[in-house]
């Protein structure tokens, strides 16, 4: 079994500093560890389609919208929790690969929505179903009913972060 690194820096905080509680270091840095694993391997198949870290992320909110499969920037800037900026860096690369086409939202020109091209969309739903099973089979671990209580109580932790902000 792999070594909880986690597990050891909370046992030396214990040894050096026992007038402290570092268990929460068991839920946050385990978490923190947790992210930096999932990433590594999540990233493998969107590197072989030739996507760059998040462009995946535009594609599959771009296909949830449903048909047309088109969004604007800003929304799309709102619903990943990026910045414009990092939209348009995005945007600029899934264009220039032929996944998305953007065009005017309006008479003027100003305005702008993003559209999965047929390629992307083809792309899309072939990389949803090879993502699912990568993810399902990083929790493997886990029973369903563990993964069911797991996923109960980051819920409860995500809705408590984001409540007292």
């Given at each position: 079994?792999?070594?909880?690194?986690?597990?050891?820096?909370?046992?030396?905080?214990?040894?050096?500093?026992?007038?402290?509680?570092?268990?929460?270091?068991?839920?946050?840095?385990?978490?923190?560890?947790?992210?930096?694993?999932?990433?590594?391997?999540?990233?493998?198949p969107?590197?072989?389609?030739?996507?760059?870290n998040?462009?995946?992320?535009?594609?599959?909110?771009?296909?949830?919208?449903?048909?047309?499969?088109?969004?604007?920037?800003?929304d799309?800037?709102?619903s990943?929790?990026?910045?414009?900026?990092?939209?348009?860096?995005?945007?600029?690369?899934?264009?220039?690969?032929?996944?998305?086409?953007?065009?005017?939202?309006?008479?003027?020109?100003?305005?702008?929505?993003?559209?999965?091209?047929?390629l992307?969309?083809?792309?899309?739903?072939?990389?949803?179903?090879?993502?699912?099973?990568?993810?399902?089979?990083?929790?493997?671990?886990?029973?369903?009913?563990?993964?069911?209580?797991?996923?109960?109580?980051?819920?409860?932790l995500?809705?408590?972060?984001?409540?007292?902000?």
């Open positions: 079994m792999a070594e909880d690194v986690v597990a050891g820096i909370v046992e030396q905080w214990a040894r050096e500093r026992p007038d402290l509680d570092a268990s929460p270091m068991l839920i946050i840095g385990r978490l923190q560890r947790l992210a930096h694993l999932v990433d590594g391997r999540l990233r493998p969107f590197a072989a389609a030739d996507l760059a998040g462009d995946f992320d535009v594609l599959a909110a771009l296909r949830r919208a449903g048909e047309p499969f088109q969004a604007r920037p800003t799309l800037s709102r990943l929790l990026v910045t414009t900026g990092a939209i348009t860096k995005r945007l600029d690369r899934l264009q220039a690969t032929g996944l998305v086409e953007r065009e005017s939202a309006d008479g003027d020109g100003r305005g702008k929505t993003v559209r999965l091209t047929p992307g969309l083809e792309t899309t739903d072939r990389l949803i179903g090879v993502h699912l099973a990568n993810e399902r089979r990083l929790v493997g671990a886990l029973t369903e009913q563990e993964r069911e209580h797991l996923q109960e109580l980051l819920g409860r995500a809705e408590s972060l984001e409540r007292d902000g």
